[in-house]
């Protein structure tokens, strides 16, 4: 008796010796790999730990206080203070992150609440005759990135400027990455 056609072909056994597939890297840990072989001098790296929170804390602030146009419908229901331009910041970075890595994603997502309380705080204080939220998120602004630009050139070998941009830009995720590696949490 012959075969027909679709008892002939067949896949291959399970549980076969054959050489297993290679698992391609993930577009987030050649990331990590690039920035992890730029930045290996230990200041440098006690210095990153220190001022990417404060620049991203920056950052969120400085476009949190740019003025935002009043919804009417929102204002209405009492929503008008939960929405601004860094809500809308918020929502890009955790699509972004939550792309390349959705794990790491919520743990950045845990450091923007505790930033957002900050910043409330800093509006607090602002309105009891404390110095402009903006003034505070330029100062940090500057200060963290003139350290980090500063602890770059700790580096045996300056990390091209390409890579201090991709810090600037994943820097938070980077930074929560190296906690879970360390924690043998999965991401």
Not at 108 to 118: C, D, K, Q, R, Y
Not at 135 to 148: A, D, E, K, N, R
Request: with cysteine; proline share 8%.
């Amino acid at each position: 008796m012959q075969n027909s056609p679709k008892q002939a072909v067949r896949g291959p056994k399970r549980g076969g010796g054959g050489p297993k597939p290679e698992v391609p890297k993930r577009k987030v840990d050649a990331y990590f790999e690039t920035l992890d072989k730029a930045y290996q001098h230990p200041a440098n790296r006690v210095i990153q730990w220190v001022a990417i929170p404060v620049l991203f804390f920056a950052v969120l602030g400085l476009v949190w206080m740019i003025p935002f146009p009043e919804i009417t419908f929102l204002k209405k229901h009492g929503y008008d203070m939960f929405l601004n331009w860094g809500s809308f910041l918020i929502a890009a970075i955790i699509y972004y992150y939550l792309r390349l890595a959705p794990t790491l994603s919520y743990a950045v997502l845990f450091t923007i609440g505790i930033f957002s309380f900050f910043i409330v705080q800093l509006e607090y204080i602002e309105q009891r005759g404390g110095p402009a939220v903006w003034l505070v998120c330029m100062t940090l602004l500057l200060v963290s990135f003139i350290v980090l630009y500063w602890g770059r050139s700790m580096e045996r070998t300056a990390p091209p400027f390409r890579s201090f941009l991709q810090l600037l830009a994943l820097g938070p995720i980077w930074l929560w990455h190296v906690v879970f590696k360390k924690l043998n949490i999965p991401y």
